[in-house]
């Protein structure tokens, strides 16, 4: 009995020891792994806006860039992952450089998380990036690679889908290419399809609204 | 001079070292943590800081078995190691988040799964639950290290050959067509292979008794 009891005690003594120090942990990573979490969703906004921020800005920088030219919008979107507001950048000499909205989905691992950005007058894309993901690395996890972002950047969107509902297809990179065509991820076709899905989806989303809001303001009399 | 050198080389420190290192190398002797072998070494970076956190958690956890041996009741010995083995796990994956980010997005699910590592438990049970604290601390240095300085070699050939680059920076020039193969899941089992025959074959390891498992 006496053993049993001090089993049952030591148990509960080494948790507690062990989980109050891990707690101790995460208290005093809380707030730089928050920080760390919040910088890299704005430089990934910024980068596909195409804001600039000087190469090597510290932290503090970094976030006064961001706030000084991306802003919300009242505009909505679909994604992947619920209803997300619309950001969208000024210039410094405070033109309107493009729309930003949030893509998400489920990838082969875990869920994707990025942003895409759309030219002012809605006819390019301005930019891609993911700032979260789980895809194998050296495979899936390629799509966070510049190679394959790149692609995106002035990428001409069509007006309609095509017979296949898609905007854009990733094909089999070194394969015949047709327009609208981008390259995927030799080795990684469930990041590729999962990407293709995510980015039609809600590209197609945000065009619709956006074409519904001009058509609006136009019949207000502009 | 002499006497003092062989003290320190035959001391029961220097040959569980060795051991780790080498006689009982986790990898190419006992087979062990294979699973992380062929998932984090398609690219040397990644390798690098798991390395770092393997060596991490099973020094820790090593010395933290062996401090508390004495009192652990025998029955319920196994879940504490894992405790403390989880614990440390954690601790080292919330560092990373915190300071090292991008690596730390880049490994993904693969930190945690140090927990399941069976190396550590292997360690912790085999080793330090039956040893003392100093001795079991070397234990945990030298087996880190062995498994760390295969993994290294089987990442610097698969990253060379599968991206033509090397701690991301690239090596080979534009003739050079990677072999795709050795970034993806068989091209680890490849090097893994011939990583053993070469250390078994050149490497003077004693051959094993016939019928070992």
Same mark, same amino acid.
């Given at each position: 009995?006496?053993?049993?009891?001090?089993?049952?005690?030591?148990?509960?003594?080494?948790?507690?020891?062990?989980?109050?120090?891990?707690?101790?942990?995460?208290?005093?990573?809380?707030?730089?792994?928050?920080?760390?979490?919040?910088?890299?969703?704005?430089?990934?906004?910024?980068?596909?806006?195409?804001?600039?921020?000087?190469?090597?800005?510290?932290?503090?920088?970094?976030?006064?860039?961001?706030?000084?030219?991306?802003?919300?919008? /009242?505009?909505?979107?679909? *994604? #992947? !992952?619920?209803?997300?507001?619309?950001?969208?950048? =000024?210039?410094? %000499?405070?033109? @309107? &450089?493009?729309?930003?909205?949030?893509?998400?989905?489920?990838?082969?691992?875990?869920?994707?998380?990025?942003?895409?950005?759309?030219?002012?007058?809605?006819?390019?894309?301005?930019?891609?990036?993911?700032?979260?993901?789980?895809?194998?690395?050296?495979?899936?996890?390629?799509?966070?690679?510049?190679?394959?972002?790149?692609?995106?950047?002035?990428?001409?969107?069509?007006?309609?889908?095509?017979?296949?509902?898609?905007?854009?297809?990733?094909?089999?990179?070194?394969?015949?290419?047709?327009?609208? /065509?981008?390259?995927?991820? *030799? #080795? !990684?076709?469930?990041?590729?399809?999962?990407?293709? =899905?995510?980015? %039609?989806?809600? @590209? &197609?989303?945000?065009?619709?609204?956006?074409?519904?809001?001009?058509?609006?303001?136009?019949?207000?009399?502009? | 001079?002499?006497?003092?050198?062989?003290?320190?080389?035959?001391?029961?420190?220097?040959?569980?070292?060795?051991?780790?290192?080498?006689?009982?190398?986790?990898?190419?002797?006992?087979?062990?943590?294979?699973?992380?072998?062929?998932?984090?070494?398609?690219?040397?970076?990644?390798?690098?800081?798991?390395?770092?956190?393997?060596?991490?958690?099973?020094?820790?956890?090593?010395?933290?078995?062996?401090?508390?041996?004495?009192?652990?009741?025998?029955?319920?010995?196994?879940?504490?190691?894992?405790?403390?083995?989880?614990?440390?796990?954690?601790?080292?994956?919330?560092?990373?988040?915190?300071?090292?980010?991008?690596?730390?997005?880049?490994?993904?699910?693969?930190?945690?799964?140090?927990?399941?590592?069976?190396?550590?438990?292997?360690?912790?049970?085999?080793?330090?639950?039956?040893?003392?604290?100093?001795?079991?601390?070397?234990?945990?240095?030298?087996?880190?290290?062995?498994?760390?300085?295969?993994?290294?070699?089987?990442?610097?050939?698969?990253?060379?050959?599968?991206?033509?680059?090397?701690?991301?920076?690239?090596?080979?020039?534009?003739?050079?067509?990677?072999?795709?193969?050795?970034?993806?899941?068989?091209?680890?089992?490849?090097?893994?292979?011939?990583?053993?025959?070469?250390?078994?074959?050149?490497?003077?390891?004693?051959?094993?008794?016939?019928?070992?498992?």
């Amino acid at each position: 009995m006496k053993d049993k009891l001090f089993t049952v005690a030591y148990m509960a003594a080494v948790s507690a020891a062990f989980t109050l120090s891990v707690a101790l942990v995460d208290s005093a990573t809380q707030k730089r792994r928050d920080l760390n979490a919040e910088l890299a969703k704005k430089r990934v906004i910024m980068e596909v806006l195409g804001v600039e921020v000087p190469k090597g800005a510290k932290l503090e920088k970094t976030l006064n860039i961001y706030e000084e030219r991306v802003y919300k919008t /009242d505009i909505r979107v679909n *994604t #992947g !992952a619920g209803e997300v507001p619309v950001l969208a950048a =000024r210039s410094a %000499n405070d033109e @309107l &450089m493009g729309y930003c909205f949030q893509v998400a989905g489920k990838g082969f691992w875990d869920m994707l998380w990025g942003y895409m950005a759309v030219s002012p007058d809605l006819k390019r894309i301005r930019g891609l990036a993911f700032y979260e993901q789980s895809e194998t690395p050296g495979l899936g996890a390629e799509i966070t690679k510049p190679w394959f972002e790149q692609q995106f950047e002035g990428k001409e969107i069509p007006s309609e889908p095509g017979q296949d509902g898609k905007l854009f297809r990733l094909v089999q990179p070194g394969g015949q290419k047709k327009e609208h /065509d981008v390259d995927g991820v *030799t #080795g !990684a076709t469930n990041t590729t399809d999962a990407v293709e =899905r995510i980015l %039609n989806n809600t @590209l &197609m989303d945000f065009m619709q609204t956006m074409r519904k809001r001009n058509s609006a303001n136009g019949a207000g009399g502009e | 001079m002499p006497s003092l050198w062989k003290k320190v080389v035959l001391s029961r420190s220097a040959q569980v070292f060795r051991a780790g290192i080498w006689d009982e190398n986790p990898i190419f002797k006992q087979i062990l943590g294979i699973c992380s072998t062929l998932a984090v070494t398609n690219l040397l970076v990644n390798t690098t800081v798991m390395c770092v956190g393997l060596i991490f958690v099973v020094v820790c956890s090593n010395v933290m078995v062996s401090i508390l041996r004495h009192w652990t009741p025998r029955r319920i010995r196994m879940i504490v190691e894992v405790l403390i083995i989880a614990s440390f796990v954690i601790m080292f994956k919330m560092a990373i988040d915190a300071y090292l980010p991008d690596i730390s997005k880049a490994l993904g699910a693969y930190v945690g799964l140090i927990i399941t590592n069976c190396i550590i438990m292997g360690r912790a049970e085999g080793f330090a639950s039956s040893n003392g604290v100093w001795h079991s601390f070397v234990d945990g240095v030298a087996t880190g290290l062995g498994y760390s300085f295969i993994l290294l070699i089987i990442a610097f050939f698969r990253e060379l050959m599968g991206m033509g680059t090397l701690f991301g920076l690239q090596v080979m020039g534009t003739w050079w067509r990677p072999w795709i193969i050795m970034v993806m899941p068989p091209g680890a089992f490849f090097a893994l292979a011939m990583v053993i025959w070469v250390v078994r074959r050149y490497g003077q390891v004693e051959p094993e008794d016939e019928g070992a498992a």
